[in-house]
């Protein structure tokens, strides 16, 4: 394809990543300081240390970090010989990602006379947005560069940022765990880029595109890492108390129910009833994508159990009938499959946030009906909260607020979609380092692997191709 | 064995999973609803939220789940060509159990107007409960189908369920870690249901039985996961505040007297004073399983470290000497030695919470006797706690309380034990699937394994064996 | 070297952990009790639970805990043929190195009328001083045996206990996250004692020193597991409150920055641009080191940014040209680098400490100041703090502080490595079941590695050098 450019990432990735830092640190330089939970000048002096924001967030943090950087690094290293690419990539991008995140939410929610105020809640949320650049990278994992990667990041986190703000600010639609705002816009820029990025040459597959024993074990264990995590994921930003409560319980409720669905639906589809590892590390995640998007309404149990079953179906049929098709026919190459379990359980969450919303009555929030969706339940400003009576709907009606749901779900997908096209024409730009097609998906391009003094199964597997690639020490 | 017998999963493990799936449901959709932590409705307006239950019990969660899926999954994967087996199988199993006991504890524990109430909290001791058919499977791991693991969970919680209930409510015994009511129980029942499913053909071990070097090395890595999380497991369940405390502090000290005893053991026993990597990956862990019995009691920070010792001893004599005792002369095959990892330390750990309930005078609890001992240092109803002498002992003697423990120690272990061998039986029905002798322990037989293009050393070992089962893709 | 002395560990180790368990045990019982926060009966009938000292602690010991057993013991891994001894070994080293302080420091800092009193608090701070001893193991990684590393702990935990004393409580230097007293005390420590135990027959380097594919795969997990658990380590001792809150962000900021500094420097500085896993392994990790020196000062979060790039920048640069200069001309072999991890960037976190001290306003900390640093804003005795103005500084010039800073660092240094060269020379005396240089590096000379039936590439790199020691099963 693009064989005689170079792929060196030398004085490239290195300007990009030190142009990039410095940057960074002049705009924190110059415009970064405190927000009032870090900042000790402004702390008044019997204020309550336990109360501090930071314990509020950090345990959900942390365990969203180990899902990434952990649980998807692994999840991602499925491939035979690319699991330190799919690992290390994925650390790179989420750091780039989230410090461009923090610049560019920094300017349009967090600054105030011209600066911007930094605490571990910037942190999280711009973590939100790089794991969008993540899901998407998905879809093009191995057939890309570094250098790629983080172009499409810089492209991709203003979009998020500005597409964000139209779907949770402007529309008012309630997404508390991402699936509309995250989900779904991560896995239509990815597909996006890809179509952009679409190469006949691997169409019929490549020799390195396999797993290996190890990798697959290891791909599986990252699915634990989120699968364990999750939870944590979709309540961190939910309200404190019952609703993030909820949150948890709904969250584990779907991942439980998708876990089970997800081996029933492999053996039914595969050969002799045999478990198809693909299936069971993504499948047992689709409910996990779907419930953000009505984790903290009352969809009661049984709800959140059905919204498990239903998206792991979707997401196993998904890869069974729906990538085939793509690849073939729509010149669509979905390397991880990230339709499958953040595009189609994405919608299937949004619709169901839809369809909750219309069923549920508001006697059944409560006092929590305004907490739940900002744009009902209205006090004027007079009443205070304890003189509400429960029910006392000032504002949207549940019809107008599905609306709003329906038109950011739209907003999400068709914003991504282009976007992500026109930022893989961006990356075909001939001086990214792109992998030719026979190096594709293979550590040893980008990354210094230093191998045993005799031939590892690894090594034979690559003997063929890499022969002119190979960089022993 | 049952060799003219299908293996196939096709149609019996969907047909059992989506069964149950929807059985769930119905059960959800018709008698579960939120708890009062949950509940947006029934929230008073002034609730303080960072006061919901949720916050009290998710970080101890999340730990717990860690423990089993990642943790306890690795430690089963040290057979070379066992590890997706046992991560998968592992995963299935915690939430086919889990969801089993949230339906039957529900109805037992929950249910108020015939409606079960639903918040975290259920789904921690579910995952308790859980945990039981986790370890019972450790002892038949490898020769049997997943269809069999599941049906010996549906045979286990119920017994559990009806089990603990006669420990801990009806005889009032202490058990604040799940030594006696978790960990002997599974242990026996385990033992239970492999003494019905004996294979004489295994008896002089299996060419796929032992590890590989990176499958013990992974082994040993899900060890350390459950090192590091065993205190949130055995604490969770305690008192908050200093019994929790205590619970952590016991928890740990007893685990780091287990590891370095563990070490000691292991190079004195082995040739040439080599450590074996079965018993550090096994009698680290021996003081967890013993301190839950003791972990809120004020044993003194010398007791735990003591039980810690003696309970790795125990682990490593049971493997050294027992086990091969149990497989020859008792046709007993228990193939992670959970003999000796749960049943050994777990009888140690009820013994020393006898003798410390003999041996500590009530004074060293202070106005905590009631706390630790439900049944003792009970208060007339109308005698507040401020005005309460220390050492005021109404209800049970110390004795009273010793005996009643032994009680629970016999229920425990005899009702296991009878209950695994009825429930080996049933598992030994001709459509189970279950593994013909040549092809156990072998990730092949239920797994779409995707090879490497060339024979990776897993799949030569397997070639002999298994070339009329091979499925490659 | 010292080929004509036995390495069986057998009677040696065994001996060594028993009477070492056996005294722990005995001081346990004739000494320690538990402190005010897990002690029944001394607990008021009014305590609020939810206040107990446990809860602002466990949740970031058990990230700490992660760190150092699956975190760092994977990060050592990363020799092809010595995993299951880096996990553990270092696992053993923890134990060890954790009791033995635990009884250290229990009489230097935690003894009152006789008896030493102990909760999580006291685990944590002698989990401190295992880290150290972890971290000085990893310039001897591979040539040493259990026994000398466990002697090595006996002599460095004292040291370790009595300089940490000298530097915090005596010139009341400020470290918060254990830059100067953990990180350069290990380091140098690590060396002089490297430097005693030099081997001039390994100075060509050996056949096992390298990685494989998986196990720099594992290495790179390893690292992923310190960088997210990072921000818990240096924050725990942090004041609760704004002063935490600061040590989590300056934590990740600084980690970010060195993220991405390491892949643009590594792929600047290697052949066709290619990313270097050794570099990423370590210096990814570099800003942790440095910022703990200033975790809680007001750094501003561009300070915070800053320390990550140069750290580094300083880590990739001490392994491209410091390492091999230290291995040939000076006669020091650094296994992993340790000076390159935590010398250097504890030097430059130190002196950046030092910077801050000179150069950030007293208004900057507000009514903090004394908080940060014990010795400034000090108040008479007779006015509380509501009454206090802010920037009224009593004590400590910020000057006199920096100068204590520089005392502490070159104390930390001084002591560390003379002490470290001396505990070198210890531990050559000749029982200590060395291994001799052509069996360094090898899991199979004190663990019994049960192998595969056909010979795995492992054991294909091993059989020129290990027949005479094979052990079979």
Redesign the interface.
Known sequence: MSKVFST???????A???L??GA??VI??LF???DE??????????????A???Y?I??FF??I??ML??GL??LL?FM??Y??SA??CN??LA??S??WALVVQGFVHYGQHGRVH???YN?LTAEFAAVTVLISAGAILGRTS?IQLLLMSLCEIPLYVACEWLIVSYFQAVDVGGTITLHVFACYFGLGTSIALYRPGLQLGH?ME?????S???S??GT??L???W??FVAVLA????????A??HT?LTL??S???S???S??L????????CH?QNA?LAGGVAIGAVADM?I???GA??LG?VSSLACILGFKYMSPFFATRVRLQDQCGIHNLHGLPGIIGAVGGIVAILLVPD??????LHQ?FPQRGLLPLNVT??T?L?GQNVGRSATQQALHQVAGLGVSILVSLVGGYFTGLVLKLPFLAQPPDQVCFD?AL?????????????E??RGDLLVPLK?K?
């Open positions: 060196s990432l030398r004085c490239r990735l290195p990009l990543l030190f990039f830092q960074v640190l924190f330089a970064v300081t405190y939970h870090t900042d000790a000048a402004s702390q008044p002096a019997d204020a309550d240390p336990s501090n924001q930071v509020a950090f345990p942390q365990d970090q180990l950087l952990v690094g692994l290293a035979k010989g699991g330190v690992v290390a650390f790179l750091n780039f989230t410090q930094l605490g571990l942190i570094p020799p396999t797993p290996s024993y190890i697959d074990l290891l599986l264990v634990m890492f699968w364990v995590f939870p944590s309200h404190q108390g019952d609703a993030q409560h909820r948890v319980l584990w439980s129910a876990a089970l669905t081996f029933a639906t053996s039914l595969e050969k002799k009833g045999k478990l198809n590892l069971l047992t009352v009661s149990p049984a159990f059905a079953i006697e059944a929030y409560g006092p929590r739940v909260l304890e509400t429960v550590d980008y990354f210094k692997i230093q191998e045993s003094t005799e031939n590892s199964s690894v034979q597997a960089d020490a």
